[in-house]
């Protein structure tokens, strides 16, 4: 005589397969729609960080790894700095900060004989629409405000001297 194998559904069954179909579909429509209203909400963010006092060593050796995408926090961001241009300055003290105690700053009187220039970086992020803080990473992009230039190999403070923001 053959066994015949009937499959009953219980009431716990019958959730569970609901449960798990109701989470995907959320997660799918979630996915899909984050993916569509990150384009349509972005706006284009241009803007030059200038960087006074460094070394023409220093500097060279920055523009070398340029073009390069931003990094903050240890992740990338959505940004690239672009290109470099410099223009002479004269320094004649530079400041030190003690490693061991980061309060105690030196001056000292900078090496005559070194060549010193300002950096000036040509930025551009891309940055949410309606976010009035302009956040790049970590980082407010506002004019005049300090700013660290991250780049996978190098980090550099400067100032924000301008900015223009674009709808994407």
């Not at 003290?93 to 000036?120: C, L, M, R």
Request: include cysteine; glycine fraction near 8%.
């Amino acid at each position: 005589m053959k066994k015949e194998r009937t499959w009953k559904f219980n009431i716990v069954d019958v959730v569970v397969i609901l449960v798990i179909v109701a989470a995907g579909l959320f997660f799918g429509w979630k996915f899909l729609h984050a993916r569509t209203g990150y384009n349509a909400n972005m706006a284009t963010l241009r803007f030059e960080v200038e960087v006074p006092g460094m070394t023409r060593e220093l500097y060279e050796e920055v523009v070398s790894y340029l073009p390069c995408q931003m990094t903050a926090s240890g992740e990338w961001v959505d940004g690239q700095i672009l290109s470099a241009d410099w223009e002479p300055c004269e320094v004649t003290y530079v400041q030190f900060t003690n490693p061991a105690n980061g309060s105690e700053i030196q001056w000292v009187k900078a090496d005559p004989d070194v060549e010193y220039v300002t950096g000036i970086f040509q930025c551009e992020a891309r940055v949410l629409a309606n976010d009035l803080l302009n956040k790049v990473g970590t980082q407010e992009i506002r004019i005049g405000r300090n700013h660290y230039l991250k780049g996978r190999e190098f980090e550099i403070i400067g100032n924000i001297r301008k900015m223009t923001r674009e709808a994407a």
